[in-house]
């Protein structure tokens, strides 16, 4: 398959008229498949910060579920494109599973920017733990507060663990669970 190019296979699967879940190891551009935006209710894809149509992700207003994969970290471009990526991942209103795999965004950015959103019936959360060191547990505990108290529906929220060296991260959603028995707070490096 090192051979295939992806931009093709895409182009082909674009053509599909009844799609409606779709999953792709390699990199699959959206300004490719956002013929499919109508049908898709399932996505997982993985992305490069370098292509400059991550924001028509926000066309994919049907999907359900979506899971992405980041592929790479671009250290010159502190989190402004993860971040635009994200701002228009919010902006899917009946998104019920939202997986960001790999990504470095804070727990400030994604609770500020799931209080500006719509994620009114996201189930299932899956998100970094990428936490500043200066901020400290209970700045990080009041962001995951709001991501609680504002998507009303959530039922999972898992917490990536692959940096997470000394069990920080088991020890912070400890404090969590009491306060939100309706919540599953788990772990597991994404």
């Not at 090192?2 to 999953?23: F, G, P, V, Y």
């Not at 899917?92 to 209080?115: A, P, Q, W």
């Not at 209970?138 to 009303?152: N, Q, R």
Request: net charge negative.
């Amino acid at each position: 398959c090192s051979k295939l190019n992806t931009r093709e296979l895409a182009e082909w699967i674009s053509q599909c008229d009844d799609l409606k879940h779709l999953e792709l190891i390699a990199n699959c551009p959206f300004d490719i498949i956002q013929k499919l935006s109508v049908k898709l209710r399932a996505l997982r894809t993985e992305v490069t910060l370098m292509d400059n149509n991550l924001g028509l992700i926000q066309k994919f207003s049907n999907l359900r579920s979506l899971h992405v994969r980041l592929e790479a970290i671009i250290w010159d471009d502190p989190l402004q494109r993860e971040r635009l990526f994200f701002e228009a991942v919010v902006k899917l209103d009946g998104l019920e599973t939202l997986i960001l795999e790999n990504f470095s965004l804070e727990l400030n950015v994604i609770s500020r920017e799931l209080e500006r959103g719509k994620l009114r019936f996201l189930k299932n959360l899956e998100i970094p733990y990428a936490s500043s060191l200066s901020a400290g547990y209970e700045s990080d505990f009041a962001y995951v507060e709001t991501i609680a108290y504002t998507l009303k529906s959530l039922r999972y929220l898992v917490f990536d663990t692959t940096y997470d060296i000394n069990g920080i991260i088991i020890v912070f959603i400890h404090g969590l669970k009491a306060l939100f028995p309706h919540i599953n707070f788990l772990t597991h490096p994404l």
